[in-house]
Structure formats: structure tokens, C-alpha cells
């Protein structure tokens, strides 16, 4: 018996309207491509299935990441593929790469990138965030989440808000000691890595060095015992050499007054 083309149109809404339900995106947009192509070269039913299934997992994974990504409030997307390893000679790029898996965040481990500003801390940060691992990510310039605690300790809403961090798998904290950081504030970051210690991976970049960090929290003792809570499991890498910033004005060609390298922005 053959089916005629209204019944078949029928039983194509329907089959849209099921995998529409079972949110089956993939599956909605490739079925028709993919059925040609299996009757054209003659594939078998299981065949044709698995090529479904494949093309869903791949867009529910892509679709994870997006959200991952999203969800991390990072300023912008970076890959470690495309940081210049060959210009900060401090850092090796096997470790970083080892690091790039993901274990530290297993075991509750922090990366402490301190040094030179202009190096790209941030970017490795980003690149080492592992959202493409479906972990929980979430990026902070210190001096917002500085800002964000002391709000939410007046507004008597801190215990809510401390909570999400404990969800994540890694907390990124940007740019620590770029500005000063108020004691109230002081003692509400201590208190929150404090929580974390042990549970939640911690990312810090600072232009400042250890001995330094007194600058920041102006209270030796909180800045020691702060120091010790992040470096006690985890890894610090040390940056040293010339600001990309500051190199790529010295490549650029002089501007029309001869005087001074224009500016890359």
C-alpha cells in the first residue's frame, strides 16, 4: 500500500512534534538530510540512527558549553591556543597545558598568576577555566566581588550569596591589588576564600608580588594567613617580561608627527 503525500505530511508533523517534545533539536534538523542520504547510499536503519544520535550529542555538548561560558560572566573569550608562550619565558607551557585538564579543579587546588602587568594573566586564567570540561565557572574582577560582598553583608543577604560560590568547581578572581580593597571588604574576601578553602578551586591574577599584598588588605596578619589558605594546595606561576602592551607600540610605525609609536587601540 502506498502512503499518499497528505498522510505523509501528516506523519512528518507529527514525528517533528514528537522530537520537539523529547527536545531533540539535532534530530529535528538533520532526520531529513540524513534519511536521503542513508536511502542514497543504501544504509543500514542502525546506521542512519547512530548518525542522529552522534550529530545530538555533539550539539548538546556545544549547546552545554555555550551555557558554561555564559555562566562564567567572563569580559571576554580566550583560548590558550592563542597565548604567546615563546614571549613570557617564566612560564612553561607543559605545565600550563597539564593544568588545562582540569585536575587541579578535582582536587580543590588554586592557581596564584602573579607578576608583570601586561602578560595576560587574564587570558590564561580564561583559557585555564575549563568550561569546555562542563565545569562550574565563574569570573570576578576582585574589585566587584569586593563591592558585591560588602552589599550584600548590609542588605543581611550574605550567607545567600556565598552559597552559589560553594557550587562551583573554580572561582576566578582578576586583577587582585589593582585597587585598594577597604578593611570591611578585607576581612569579607579572607572569609570567603576561607570558606572555599579545600572546595572550590581558586584562579588569582595580581600585578603584585607576595610580598607585596600588604598594599592590598593593610593587615600583615590577614594578609599571611590569606597567602597561606591559597598556596597551601596550588600552584603559582610567576610572570616576567615586557608588557605585550608596551612591545607592540614599539612595533608600530611612528605616527604622522614623528614623534610618538601609534596607538594599537
Not at 95 to 115: D, P, S, W
Not at 184 to 199: A, I, K
Not at 248 to 260: E, Y
Amino acid at each position: 500500500m502506498q502512503t499518499t503525500p497528505l498522510k505523509e505530511q501528516g506523519q512528518q508533523a507529527l514525528l517533528e512534534n514528537y522530537l520537539q517534545g523529547l527536545d531533540l533539536e539535532a534530530f529535528q534538523e538533520n532526520y531529513q538530510a540524513y534519511a536521503k542520504d542513508a536511502m542514497r547510499s543504501g544504509l543500514p536503519y542502525e546506521r542512519f540512527l547512530l548518525a542522529l544520535c552522534e550529530a545530538e550529542v555533539s550539539h548538546r555538548k556545544a549547546v552545554r558549553i555555550e551555557r558554561a561560558i555564559g555562566a562564567a560572566k567572563f569580559p571576554f573569550v580566550k583560548e590558550l591556543s592563542s597565548y604567546d608562550f615563546s614571549a613570557v619565558t617564566s612560564i612553561q607551557k607543559t605545565h600550563v597545558m597539564e593544568l588545562a585538564q582540569g585536575g587541579y579543579m578535582q582536587r580543590a587546588e588554586n592557581l596564584l598568576l602573579v607578576g608583570t602587568p601586561g602578560l595576560g594573566k587574564t587570558h590564561l586564567a580564561i583559557g585555564l577555566a575549563a568550561c569546555r570540561q562542563n565545569q562550574r565557572v565563574r569570573f570576578y574582577r576582585t574589585a566587584k566581588l569586593v563591592d558585591e560582598l560588602m552589599v550584600m553583608q548590609h542588605n543581611l543577604r550574605l550567607s545567600r550569596f556565598v552559597a552559589k560560590f560553594e557550587k562551583l568547581n573554580l572561582l576566578i578572581l582578576d586583577e587582585l591589588g589593582f585597587f585598594p580593597v577597604p578593611k570591611e571588604g578585607s576581612q569579607l574576601l579572607f572569609q570567603l576564600v576561607s570558606d572555599l578553602y579545600e572546595r572550590v578551586s581558586i584562579i588569582i591574577t595580581s600585578n603584585l608580588r607576595f610580598k607585596e599584598w600588604n598594599q592590598i588588605f593593610a593587615d600583615e596578619t590577614m594578609t599571611a594567613a590569606f597567602i597561606d589558605r591559597l598556596t597551601h594546595k596550588g600552584y603559582i606561576l610567576e610572570f616576567i617580561g615586557e608588557s605585550y602592551r608596551y612591545r607592540h607600540r614599539l612595533s608600530q610605525p611612528f605616527g604622522d608627527n614623528g614623534d610618538t609609536p601609534s596607538d594599537p587601540n
